[in-house]
């Protein structure tokens, strides 16, 4: 129970449209990492269940580029806060959307990523 996962697809701009998803995993073959980025403000993760406030951890869904070509969207795991202090890890914007009518029980979110890496294997 140390680890708290999420789930974040949807996008602001986007909705659920993955094919529009905008954020990007770039292939850094130097150092054998993907690079987690939201290129524009359209690109935020937008509603994902639990990454207001619990999240440690949660799968991005992103467009694979590996040497300038897109591959495709794939599921990556990023760690998004601390697991003992829950801060967000360096690199990386998320809170609470407030008050949901009717649906307060759940700590639906937002988060971003800038060039946030984490390692292939």
């Given at each position: ?32 990492e ?64 407030g008050p ?22």
């Open positions: 129970m140390r680890i708290l996962g999420g789930y974040a697809q949807t996008e602001l701009g986007h909705g659920s449209d993955v094919s529009g998803l905008e954020t990007t995993a770039t292939y850094d073959i130097k150092t054998d993907f690079i987690i980025h939201t290129p524009n403000p359209k690109a935020t993760k937008w509603w994902p269940g639990d990454i207001g406030i619990h999240c440690t951890h949660t799968i991005v869904f992103a467009k694979l580029v590996i040497d300038k070509n897109v591959f495709g969207v794939l599921p990556f795991l990023v760690q998004l806060r601390d697991c003992d202090t829950f801060m967000p890890c360096e690199g990386i914007k998320c809170g609470d959307m949901k009518f009717g649906y307060n029980s759940k700590n639906n979110g937002w988060c971003s990523f800038d060039q946030v890496r984490i390692p292939r294997d």
